[in-house]
């Protein structure tokens, strides 16, 4: 596999993947804040959190990267579209079976069960992540459409 492409675009990738999303926040489009959710599982700090979240959405960022990556070399190509494909796919499985498992890996989010509590204070964000908004998934699938076009775009097959 290509390291250094792997390394340069998912970095690429997951910058323009987390600006969509705050863009969507920005203007009132979804309530997630993605770098905030993953901060507030090691921090009950909610300005360290942002800080540190980001530092686990760019990890992230290039663990699926490489995913992506090995799904291009196993296919011998790496196209826009494919990249867009798994970026799909890999957006589903973020609202369909990541977000409802969220609340059960958080420490400071509520669950659909159980409500709020002095620690557990997030809400939690439920199937396609709608307790966030009903244009969440739309945006979710939009920045995961965009992420997965630059790597099929951009990565060079070894």
């Given at each position: 596999?290509?390291?250094?492409?792997?390394?340069?675009?998912g970095f690429v990738?997951?910058?323009?993947?987390?600006?969509?999303?705050?863009?969507?926040?920005?203007?009132?489009?979804?309530?997630?804040?993605?770098?905030?959710?993953?901060?507030?599982?090691?921090?009950?700090?909610?300005?360290?959190?942002?800080?540190?979240?980001?530092?686990?959405?760019?990890?992230?960022?290039?663990?699926f990267a490489a995913?992506?990556?090995?799904?291009?070399?196993?296919?011998?190509?790496?196209?826009?579209?494919?990249?867009?494909?798994?970026?799909?796919?890999?957006?589903?499985?973020?609202?369909?079976?990541?977000?409802?498992?969220?609340?059960?890996?958080?420490?400071?989010?509520?669950?659909?069960?159980?409500?709020?509590?002095?620690?557990?204070?997030?809400?939690?964000?439920?199937?396609?992540?709608?307790?966030?908004?009903?244009?969440?998934?739309?945006?979710?699938?939009?920045?995961?459409?965009?992420?997965?076009?630059?790597?099929?775009?951009?990565?060079?097959?070894?």
């Amino acid at each position: 596999m290509n390291g250094r492409g792997i390394t340069l675009w998912g970095f690429v990738g997951t910058v323009i993947l987390t600006t969509l999303m705050a863009g969507s926040q920005a203007l009132g489009l979804t309530r997630m804040n993605i770098p905030f959710m993953l901060g507030t599982m090691v921090t009950p700090d909610r300005d360290r959190a942002k800080l540190l979240g980001f530092g686990m959405h760019l990890a992230n960022g290039w663990l699926f990267a490489a995913l992506y990556a090995a799904a291009f070399q196993s296919w011998r190509r790496a196209t826009w579209w494919l990249g867009a494909l798994i970026g799909l796919v890999h957006a589903l499985f973020v609202l369909v079976a990541a977000m409802p498992l969220l609340p059960g890996m958080h420490p400071r989010m509520a669950s659909e069960q159980r409500g709020p509590t002095p620690t557990r204070q997030l809400e939690p964000p439920g199937v396609l992540a709608l307790n966030y908004g009903k244009r969440t998934p739309v945006s979710v699938v939009l920045a995961h459409l965009v992420y997965g076009a630059i790597l099929g775009t951009f990565y060079r097959l070894r």
